[in-house]
């Protein structure tokens, strides 16, 4: 079911070498919003929601949500060379609307938190980043390290939800590498195999966070529903093995690449005690077309390996991604 559609666009101007050689500034600002399907597992009582109990099926843990975001930012590079920054800080705002549209018996609005009908919030962000994720030289698929640390913050009087204040603290980070593991051909685009790996950890503290906001490491969880996962404490660490096929040629100057891929996605999940937080773990596979370095349409099935999700099924038939894949 198609269930999300949706709109952006961000403008920004970058200036390098303006000031000292080998740093760049850029500045940006933009806007998007959509209609699209959000989820919500915990019964009026607080209590994870599971399977049937008492009025409420697996279908109530579903809403409807209209959301506008717009935000505006700046990036300082340290260090830069070709329009690519290596090492950077990073400052944006954020400001978002939702209205979650009321659904008849859903759990999230037969629940006490104050965003269950929709908030007003304005976020503010800042983190420090190390990019060393660049197109290989010959293949062009993106290839090597990277890492970012960050802080975001709703402070008291930016946020209010239809039944009361929001304002929180996160802190997080997050680290990628991709690199190849075989090559068939170092002066062709042959047969190649590409292993990426991808971590990723947020604490989130402060007078109220909104349940959308928890467990954020939940998306980098492939046929894993969010029931039980909007704890305070997330993270993921995820492995993906790609075997890019024999390139057919160029498209518009771009390298077209057809890609199969195997994965695990492994996620914990906790709230103050680390000892009792809930481990969930996934795998699946794959096939990918990839314009490289720009674009892919991503297509994979996946099974949940630990527990079931609310439904009580493991396997998630379809995950479909166009424009990049997951990390």
């Known amino acids: ?34 209609y699209f399907y959000g989820t919500y597992y915990r019964l009026p009582d607080g209590t994870v929601f599971s399977g049937t109990r008492g009025a409420f099926s697996p279908d109530d843990v579903g809403f409807n949500y209209w959301m506008v975001e717009w935000k505006s930012g700046l990036k300082q590079g340290f260090l830069s060379k070709g329009g690519h920054d290596f090492l950077g800080l990073e400052l944006i705002y954020t400001g978002d609307w939702r209205h979650h549209v009321e659904n008849e018996g859903a759990l999230l609005f037969a629940s006490s938190v104050p965003e269950k009908e929709g908030l007003l919030m304005h976020e503010l962000r800042v983190s420090v980043f190390a990019d060393y994720v660049l197109p290989h030289i010959l293949h062009q698929y993106k290839e090597g390290m990277g890492a970012e640390v960050w802080f975001r913050m709703v402070p008291p009087g930016m946020g209010e939800g239809s039944g009361g204040t929001v304002s929180y603290y996160g802190v997080g980070g997050e680290t990628k590498a991709s690199f190849t593991v075989y090559d068939s051909d170092p002066e062709g685009d042959e047969f190649c195999v590409v292993l990426v790996t991808h971590a990723l950890f947020e604490h989130m503290w402060g007078e109220h966070v909104p349940f959308f906001e928890l467990g954020y490491a939940t998306e980098y969880l492939r046929g894993v529903d969010g029931q039980g996962l909007d704890t305070p404490n997330s993270g993921v660490a995820n492995a993906e093995l790609r075997f890019y096929l024999p390139s057919p040629g160029l498209a518009f100057n771009l390298t077209i690449w057809p890609v199969l891929y195997v994965f695990s996605d492994n996620g914990y999940f ?21 314009l490289a370095p720009v674009g892919v349409l991503s297509l994979s ?16 038939p379809l995950y479909l991604s166009l424009g990049s894949y997951l990390f």
């Open 301 to 316: 099935t996946q099974w949940r390996l630990t527990d079931t999700n609310v439904d009580g099924t493991r396997w998630s």
């Open 270 to 290: 906790w709230d103050e005690a680390f000892e009792e937080g809930v481990f969930v773990s996934s795998a699946g596979l794959g096939c990918a077309l990839e």
């Open 1 to 34: 079911m198609l269930s999300t559609w949706g709109l952006g666009v961000v403008v920004g101007y970058r200036c390098a070498d303006l000031m000292v050689p080998g740093t760049a500034t850029s500045v940006f600002a933009g806007t998007e919003g959509g």
